[in-house]
């Protein structure tokens, strides 16, 4: 079952943040697609770490070199981060 839209499009936006990455400008930069973006927030639908990742982000205070532990949207993120 796949998680609240929402929820999810502001975790993945928040992990990326912490990361460093601003997913606005990467999409208007043209290093992230929209399509990919979408990909993004409906793999983090069907995680089943959503509480670990919340917590995971309320003690985050500096830029995390990764996301937390099992994220589904490592891949990009961590990708995004390298080409910032």
Not at 26 to 43: K, P, S, T
Request: hydrophobic share 45%; proline share 5%; charged share 25%.
């Amino acid at each position: 079952m796949l998680g609240d839209t929402a929820r999810h499009f502001w975790m993945t936006r928040s992990v990326a943040r912490v990361m460093g990455v601003n997913l606005s400008v990467a999409l208007r930069e043209g290093r992230l697609r929209a399509e990919d973006y979408e990909v993004m927030v409906a793999a983090c639908r069907g995680c089943a770490l959503v509480e670990q990742c919340e917590k995971w982000l309320a003690v985050q205070h500096n830029v995390a070199k990764a996301p937390p532990p099992g994220c589904r949207i490592a891949g990009p993120l961590s990708r995004l981060r390298r080409l910032h």
